[in-house]
């Protein structure tokens, strides 16, 4: 069954609103694109290694590239901030409710900062917006903050506040090792008329921009992505509990868990009695199975929870290294069948990454590269912030966290600013913490109370 075949069972009414949460959600993504366009071009513009525009649409096409090859771990990090049973214990209504309620929050939020001029965190606006929402359903339901799976919460959270100070701390030392060995004197002066920088560090700023816009598409990219699947997990949630578009998951998953419970009985009963009954479950449900869409529908949840429960106990169960190493290649298939992303999702978001970045970038560039140090910015300074800001980026893919581009490189210029003795400009900086500090705040707390408004409307 495809998307449109699932979809087109909803009544009439819940399909109009689907699609006015995907409609939404793409559209966050497209302001994401333009609001964190300056992370990647300020520097080539302001260096004048590229004109403007050939900056944005070499940075657009990149972000494309990155959203459309990154992968998608990130996107889990994102859907399970929230237990997904919220979304489907309830009806269509509050799951419409819920969805739509973050969506605008981190929508509202973007558009206001990006007029007035602050690169602020789209993923703080994002991870604010579904905590609130999280944390209001919990309280209005009677069930304190259950809302929030705050195990995940605090990874996130470490990440998006240590990733600030590694942009800081690395642009710093990597401007101070460059003029310790790089000594020419004009790299580290801010450009004067018509002068641009010499050809091998042009190549650099440039390369280094595109690194930057291919590792923001890659993990912002994912983040859209968590955002559609919460939309789809909310309004068809047995059709995407487990991925029917590879039936050959199915028999695979089966043949995990009857290898992983002759394994555990024969070496660590104990273990298996963790797991014991999400295996039968996982079995039952998939003996003779061709593929996961032959499994009833109102089965398919159960399997999906079966799942996650048993590699959740599988991974922090504590086995002797020859069992661990047995039942480890046995979670591959699971994995792929709960945490999967619909192609034409991967697609629809790097085009709204991609096409969003190529407009509405000016109002950052002109913060970031003249108002957060007092001088402009020198060669020197915008290839060490954006060296420091991809790799960044990049590691934080690998480890499947989300960050934010605009703190890391927002943090690299004020790190190089202050290693070469340039200054920062205090009332710009107080201006984007203050931001950076209220960002997570504000929208919970948009997010809560248009979910509380839409509770008292539908509820």
């Not at 990647?40 to 004109?51: E, G, K, P």
């Not at 007029?115 to 579904?130: D, F, K, M, N, Q």
């Not at 203050?434 to 997570?440: E, F």
Request: aromatic share 8%; with cysteine.
């Amino acid at each position: 069954m495809t998307f449109w075949d699932a979809a087109s069972a909803l009544p009439t009414a819940a399909l109009v609103f689907l699609f006015v949460a995907l409609f939404v959600a793409f559209a966050f993504e497209f302001i994401n694109g333009f609001h964190d366009t300056a992370n990647a071009v300020t520097t080539v513009i302001y260096t004048r290694s590229l004109t403007p525009t050939p900056a944005v649409i070499y940075s657009g096409v990149l972000n494309f590239t990155g959203a459309l090859v990154g992968g998608t771990a990130v996107a889990f990090s994102i859907v399970n901030l929230l237990p997904v049973d919220l979304l489907i214990n309830g009806t269509t209504n509050m799951a419409l409710v819920m969805v739509l309620s973050l969506l605008l929050a981190g929508v509202i939020w973007n558009l206001g900062t990006w007029y007035a001029g602050l690169p602020v965190s789209s993923s703080h606006s994002l991870i604010g917006a579904i905590l609130g929402v999280g944390l209001a359903n919990g309280l209005l339901a009677g069930q304190g903050t259950a809302g929030v799976n705050w195990a995940k919460v605090g990874e996130v959270l470490l990440a998006l506040m240590v990733s600030p100070a590694v942009g800081f701390g690395l642009a710093a030392l990597l401007l101070l090792a460059l003029k310790k060995t790089v000594r020419e004197p004009r790299l580290y002066v801010p450009p004067v008329g018509d002068d641009r920088p010499p050809r091998w560090v042009r190549a650099v700023l440039i390369v280094t921009c595109g690194g930057v816009s291919f590792a923001h598409g890659s993990n912002d990219g994912q983040k859209g992505m968590g955002l559609i699947l919460l939309v789809l997990i909310g309004f068809m949630p047995f059709h995407y509990a487990v991925n029917v578009y590879h039936p050959e998951l199915a028999a695979e998953v089966h043949a995990s868990a009857v290898a992983v419970r002759a394994i555990l009985e024969k070496d660590q009963p104990d273990v298996l009695t963790e797991m014991k009954k999400d295996l039968d479950t996982i079995v039952r449900a998939l003996d003779g199975k061709a593929s996961f869409a032959e499994v009833p529908a109102e089965k398919r949840w159960e399997v999906r929870q079966a799942i996650y429960s048993f590699r959740k106990h599988a991974a922090a169960a504590k086995l002797p290294p020859a069992t661990r190493a047995a039942i480890d290649p046995h979670l591959d298939a699971p994995g792929k069948a709960v945490e999967f992303v619909p192609f034409w999702v991967i697609v629809g978001v790097a085009l709204a990454l991609g096409v969003g970045t190529t407009v509405g970038y000016k109002r950052i560039v002109v913060t970031v590269a003249e108002k957060i140090g007092k001088t402009h910015l020198t060669y020197a300074q915008g290839a060490a912030a954006e060296v420091v800001a991809a790799g960044t980026i990049l590691a934080a893919d690998l480890l499947h966290l989300p960050v934010s581009t605009t703190h890391i490189l927002s943090s690299g210029v004020a790190g190089t600013m202050a290693a070469n003795g340039s200054g920062v400009q205090a009332a710009t900086v107080g201006k984007i913490f203050l931001a950076w500090v209220l960002t997570l705040p504000a929208t919970m707390l948009l997010a809560g109370l248009l979910f509380a408004i839409g509770w008292g409307l539908v509820g």
